[in-house]
């Protein structure tokens, strides 16, 4: 039988375990039930299993028929959710509040279905593959957090090259899988905002400093400020907390959380100085104070280009649409990236959504990411 013959084969397996997933997101570096989903998915397979100490992590070492000492080849899957109530009405939605908003359950089915394809021809694989099933990517450093618990222990040497999957969250076409040598995902910088005014009663603003107009004015020119940026280059609100918040109370302070991103380090470098500058200025006309803390701080994810050609042109010889792009998300595939030769490729959405309540993905692409 044909790997595309034994891939769909499997679709069914592969499609039940991503809806099992899918009802039972879980958000962090702590993923329970998930982990064991993995772990049942996993059994019977010729795998070297281990798990993490104090993160939910799985991995997977599969040895080679071959004798001669041939490449590890790491793939990973990542396995967290977001904090996200589902809106989507699928018979399988989740209901606990979370839910798999940026396809890390078609990313784990997909693996285990590689484990599964990959077992089956152990003895003619002239080389080794680690599974590295990862908690923890949405904002934890998931990769990061197994790096520090052993995970090239596992193996007893470091990865000849690393591949893993992500869903694309815009502007690709049903059935095609992109990748792209280099640059291929944004850094992506934190700031918190504060803005502190002086509060009271709803009647009084003459008698109050209300930080809220400064708040607005701050999100407008966050947004200008991206303008003057290349297009790869954005800047976004996503967090808004108003002190203390009752609709008769002047507030006494706003805070702002702000996403800035891009896949070039020296247009990232300026927006953040822009957006710092323009704060200042914004609160000193306003008479307010402000201040700007950087808390969270990457570098874009620099992929190999040899791997990602190939890889391409693997795609397109199994009849699979495959083409370059980029992407404004980030991403702890850094990490890997810094160990060995490494690879993402991207997998399409409904509609290019993603990190939404109406994120879905078709069941053969799940498929398709095991091929």
Avoid at 14 to 20: D, K, P, Q, Y
Avoid at 82 to 95: H, I, K, M, N, Q
Avoid at 286 to 298: K, S, Y
Wanted: hydrophobic share 45%.
């Amino acid at each position: 039988m044909s790997l595309r013959a034994e891939a769909s084969a499997l679709q069914d397996e592969l499609a039940h375990l991503r809806r099992t997933l899918h009802g039972i997101p879980e958000v962090g570096l702590l993923l329970p039930q998930t982990q064991q989903a993995v772990l049942q998915a996993l059994d019977g397979l010729p795998l070297e299993i281990s798990t993490g100490h104090d993160v939910s992590s799985v991995v997977g070492i599969l040895r080679g028929g071959r004798t001669g000492g041939g490449p590890l080849v790491l793939l990973r899957g990542d396995m967290d959710g977001l904090p996200v109530a589902e809106r989507t009405g699928l018979e399988f939605a989740s209901e606990n509040g979370a839910m798999h908003a940026c396809g890390h359950d078609l990313h784990t089915a997909g693996l285990v279905g590689a484990a599964r394809l990959l077992a089956a021809r152990q003895h003619d694989l002239a080389g080794d593959v680690l599974f590295m099933f990862q908690p923890g990517e949405e904002g934890f450093d998931g990769a990061g957090a197994m790096l520090g618990e052993g995970l090239l222990e596992a193996a007893g040497r470091r990865p000849d090259a690393a591949y893993g999957l992500h869903v694309a969250s815009a502007g690709t076409k049903r059935g095609v899988f992109t990748a792209r040598p280099g640059t291929l995902m944004a850094a992506s910088d934190d700031l918190r905002v504060r803005v502190v005014g002086a509060g009271g009663h709803g009647s009084q603003p003459h008698n109050s400093k209300d930080p809220i107009p400064a708040a607005a004015e701050i999100v407008l020119a966050i947004e200008a400020a991206a303008r003057e940026e290349p297009a790869e280059t954005v800047a976004t609100v996503g967090t808004l907390a108003v002190v203390p918040g009752a609709v008769s109370v002047i507030p006494g302070q706003t805070r702002l959380g702000v996403d800035l991103r891009s896949v070039e380090t020296a247009s990232l470098t300026r927006l953040e100085a822009a957006v710092r500058e323009r704060v200042a200025q914004i609160a000193q006309a306003r008479g307010v104070g402000a201040e700007v803390a950087l808390t969270r701080a990457g570098e874009p994810t620099e992929l190999d280009p040899s791997l990602a050609t190939e890889a391409l042109e693997a795609a397109r010889r199994l009849g699979i649409g495959a083409s370059e792009t980029w992407s404004g998300a980030g991403h702890d595939a850094q990490h890997l990236s810094a160990l060995a030769p490494a690879l993402l490729l991207f997998v399409p959405l409904h509609g290019g959504e993603s990190h939404t309540p109406q994120e879905g993905a078709d069941l053969d692409e799940i498929v398709q990411a095991s091929r």
